[in-house]
């Protein structure tokens, strides 16, 4: 099992960046696949980000060339850089592990981006 603690949500003009943190209570070496999801006003919880233990990683069109997504093994921790922030951008952000027979899930910290 794993738990996940999110970090560095807040209120962002347009424009502006925010750098999002997901501290793992394990090694995060024993870990399939780290990823950031996020539920929008009005809409479902969708994929952001995700990188696996090799490295792979994907993103949502939505912030392609925007947001990257990194990890720190020493840290047992995960980011996600966003840049250029929309208000399309403002959502509840979570932070998902991915192990062996289920997903496990952080509280999720808020983002919101407004002039």
């Known amino acids: 099992q794993v738990q996940l603690v999110e970090s560095g949500g807040g209120l962002v003009q347009p424009g502006g960046s925010l750098r999002l943190s997901c501290a793992a209570s394990?090694?995060?070496?024993?870990?399939?696949?780290m990823g950031w999801y996020r539920r929008a006003p009005g809409k479902q919880r969708e994929l952001v980000a995700e990188?696996?233990?090799?490295?792979?990683?994907n993103y949502a069109d939505s912030v392609k060339g925007r947001f990257t997504i990194s990890r720190d093994n020493a840290k047992n921790t995960v980011y996600l850089q966003m840049n250029s922030l929309k208000p399309e951008d403002t959502a509840v952000y979570y932070c998902k592990a991915v192990l062996i027979g289920r997903d496990y899930w952080g509280q999720g910290t808020q983002v919101t981006v407004s002039s």
């Open positions: 990188i696996s233990s090799g490295s792979n990683i």
């Open positions: 394990r090694s995060i070496f024993s870990i399939y696949a």
